[in-house]
């Protein structure tokens, strides 16, 4: 979860909206779980409490932050073609997010551990 709220802050900083910050946070939140042998339901379960999270912190009611969150999980996804992936085999777009964490001092796939 960790990961995915730091994702979303990395967005925020470079000036992303509510919805871009919520997909980043569940396609990294959805990646961990399932590297860590998760299911899918499993993996977009978390998915959306981490983005429902990151919409709701600083903006968001709470309805709307859970509207928010089903559509940037359903968004996450299809970036991932149809369904989360490992982080070690993760699409174009997460490598690059990755590389700009590594940039910014921050592996957000090692900083939290396994989660």
């Not at 967005?11 to 997909?23: L, M, P």
């Not at 409490?49 to 309805?63: G, M, N, R």
């Not at 969150?69 to 991932?80: D, G, L, P, R, S």
């Amino acid at each position: 979860a960790q990961a995915g709220i730091e994702a979303a802050e990395t967005k925020k900083e470079q000036g992303a909206d509510v919805h871009q910050q919520a997909v980043a946070a569940a396609g990294i939140s959805g990646s961990y779980e399932v590297g860590e042998k998760k299911s899918q339901q499993e993996a977009k379960d978390m998915a959306t409490q981490v983005a429902e999270y990151v919409a709701h912190k600083d903006s968001l009611p709470i309805d709307e932050a859970k509207a928010e969150a089903e559509k940037a999980v359903v968004e996450a996804i299809k970036e991932q073609g149809g369904r989360f992936v490992d982080p070690k085999n993760v699409p174009d777009s997460i490598k690059v997010h990755q590389r700009e964490m590594k940039n910014q001092g921050k592996d957000c796939w090692a900083a939290c551990g396994s989660k």
